[in-house]
């Protein structure tokens, strides 16, 4: 068996079974809301390239899903600052902008945006 066929069915599918299990018990119980599901796991561990696998196997499925990496997304400067003044750990643990300063509804834009070009060419 490939390694990526391995990958395939030792990894994605198990959590796109799973997930998708969760989405309908979502939609059961909370009908008009998101389900939002996190991921944690060390760094180059792959949780970008299953997330697209994910979303894209979702979308097959009829599910609109979209995914966000929190290193994306900080409080600016001036925040950071005033947040260090009441929160001790906070003045250590301040990050420097060497990712993109983007706010949620802007990914989720370019989310949208990717998803209707690619239905598009499709």
Known sequence: MSV???RVYQYYLPIYLWLHQQLQQHQKTHPDTPLFVGMSAP????KTTICEELQHLLAQGGYQAVFASLDDFYLTYD????LAKVCVWMACAAHNG?????TLQHHHDQQNARMHSSAKHE
Do not use: T
């Open 79 to 82: 925040d950071q600052q005033a």
């Open 4 to 6: 990526c066929r391995a």
């Open 98 to 102: 060497w990712h993109k300063h983007i």
């Open 43 to 46: 760094q180059g561990s792959g």
